[in-house]
């Protein structure tokens, strides 16, 4: 199946092949003309399976084909993307602009953490999509700056993530200051009783659409687990890198410090390493992204929250440092690798005392 036969207008098409993709991943043809036939959208579909473009695509197409909304002069946003956590939310809007790159269309990014004056202009000079995280959204709207009385179109991207994330107060909020009549796609990995309440309250009949199990891995992941005593894991990890050299890796750890110990460690051994956290400046973790994504930074060492959506075409390693201590973030941090089909590997140090609460048991 090609993208032509999803029914997608030309500029779309020009610059879909522009990008190098030829066939759509099965969220994308899942999702795409359900989107155009309109109606709401519960999309079951993890990080890597290509769900960005799967709804930017049909968004903007509609966008495109239907008649903007009368307002005096100025454009009206109509499309509103939510998702955390910033990095995430700058990676979706930069799929907007490349897939819109032939349209008339303007996007903008909004999140927290930079000064709202850029922010503010942005909105002033009018746009056609916003993509947002909920807490500065909620700002620029409490001071006035935004009206999204016109949105036409809503999406609720990674939204168990945003749940665990503690956004459900502000994603309610959110809810309650758009129109009522509006198409609304919500994109979850996971299903959890919170994720169906929130669609129950958000998606009117809403086709459903799942391309992976619920709370499963991508097949094309390889998944090893190294029985390591606590006082090694640096050491094997080093080692590792050095063996066998890879030259991409992200590695997970539960605590800031210790991401930051571990990267000094890494750079003694001549492994150029940077970290990523909440404690870290908006403009020190884009750069460490954008070193890593470009092979200057050989490992890219991160929290879970600061990890959420990095998007690296076929980033071949991943480890776990230290486990997670819920499954679904294992889920959420393998899915960094083996992403639209391309082959990856994860790898987990499991400490002999930390095995309990999972079921890599000895017996
Ligand atoms: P996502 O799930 O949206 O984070 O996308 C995962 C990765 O797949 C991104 O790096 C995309 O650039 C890439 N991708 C998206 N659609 C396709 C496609 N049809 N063919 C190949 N790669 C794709």
């Avoid at 610059?15 to 109606?39: H, R, S």
């Avoid at 509103?80 to 303007?106: D, M, N």
């Avoid at 606590?230 to 539960?254: G, P, S």
């Amino acid at each position: 199946m090609s993208f032509e036969s999803l029914g997608l207008i030309e500029p779309l098409l020009k610059a879909v092949a522009e990008t190098g993709y030829t066939t759509p991943t099965p969220i994308q043809k899942q999702a795409i003309p359900a989107v155009i036939a309109g109606g709401d959208l519960l999309a079951g579909a993890q990080t890597g399976t290509g769900k960005t473009a799967g709804f930017t695509l049909p968004l903007l197409h509609k966008l495109s084909t239907t008649p903007p909304p009368v307002t005096q002069g100025k454009r009206a946003i109509r499309a509103l993307i939510l998702t955390p956590p910033r990095e995430l939310a700058a990676q979706v809007e930069e799929s907007v602009r490349v897939y819109g790159k032939y349209l008339p269309i303007k996007s903008m990014v909004m999140f927290g953490g930079v000064g709202m004056g850029p922010q503010l202009s942005g909105l002033r000079n009018g746009i056609d999509v916003l993509v947002a995280t909920p807490g500065r959204l909620l700002d620029h709207h409490q001071q006035g700056n935004l009206d999204l009385s016109k949105i036409e179109f809503f999406v609720l991207d990674e939204a168990d993530r945003m749940l665990d994330m503690g956004f459900i107060h502000d994603i309610k909020k959110v809810l309650a200051i758009l129109p009522a009549k509006k198409q609304s796609l919500l994109f979850s990995a996971t299903f959890s009783d919170e994720i169906k309440a929130l669609a129950e309250r958000l998606l009117n009949s809403p086709q459903v659409i799942e391309v992976a199990r619920r709370n499963t891995t991508a097949e094309t992941i390889a998944q090893k687990v190294h029985p390591v005593g606590r006082d090694k894991k640096k050491d094997l990890l080093a080692h590792l890198i050095k063996e066998n050299n890879w030259h991409q890796v992200l590695v997970f750890t539960r605590m800031k410090h210790g991401a930051n110990r571990l990267v000094e460690f890494l750079e003694k051994e001549g492994i150029t390493a940077m970290a990523i956290h909440g404690n870290k400046s908006q403009s020190a973790r884009t750069r460490a992204l954008s070193e890593f994504k470009t092979g200057e930074l050989q490992v890219l060492v991160a929290t879970d929250i600061a990890a959420r959506g990095i998007d690296i075409d076929q980033l071949p390693h991943v480890v776990n440092f230290e486990l997670p201590n819920v499954p679904e973030d294992y889920v959420h941090r393998i899915g960094r690798t083996g992403r639209a089909g391309a082959e990856g590997e994860a790898v987990s140090w499991c400490a002999w005392t930390k095995t309990a609460s999972w079921p890599t048991s000895r017996n």
